[in-house]
């Protein structure tokens, strides 16, 4: 499975929507799309994660690296549309107390 990766600016908010898997195929691409994005200072970064089907251990520490990022450089990340399983990769590992989740959860197997 492919990750396909679309970014729109909206003056000082960058919309990142994500469609497929992140995998340890897909998120060397996807943190080379991300971190770029955190390092202008009071950016928002809003990462859409609707239509992501599943993410394994190498995407949560893309958003690991690009919230890092976002304190080193004052901007600002936000994770929104979240599905289930994809949420539950985020609670089990903690993440949801230390990334800007929205939760408005979207279904999915």
């Not at 679309?6 to 908010?13: A, F, H, L, P, R």
């Not at 080379?32 to 928002?44: D, F, R, S, V």
Request: aromatic share 4%; hydrophobic share 45%.
């Amino acid at each position: 499975m492919n990750l396909d990766i679309n970014v729109v600016d909206k003056e000082s908010v960058a919309v990142v929507a994500l469609a497929g898997e992140i995998d340890a195929f897909t998120a060397p691409k996807l943190k080379e799309a991300l971190l770029p994005l955190t390092k202008q200072a009071g950016n928002i970064v809003e990462v859409n994660l609707e239509n992501v089907s599943y993410m394994d251990s190498t995407g949560l520490g893309v958003f690991v690296s690009a919230l890092k990022s976002t304190k080193e450089n004052n901007s600002e990340l936000k994770l929104v549309q979240l599905q289930d399983r994809v949420l539950r990769l985020f609670e089990i590992t903690g993440l949801t107390d230390i990334i800007n989740i929205d939760s408005t959860v979207r279904g999915g197997s």
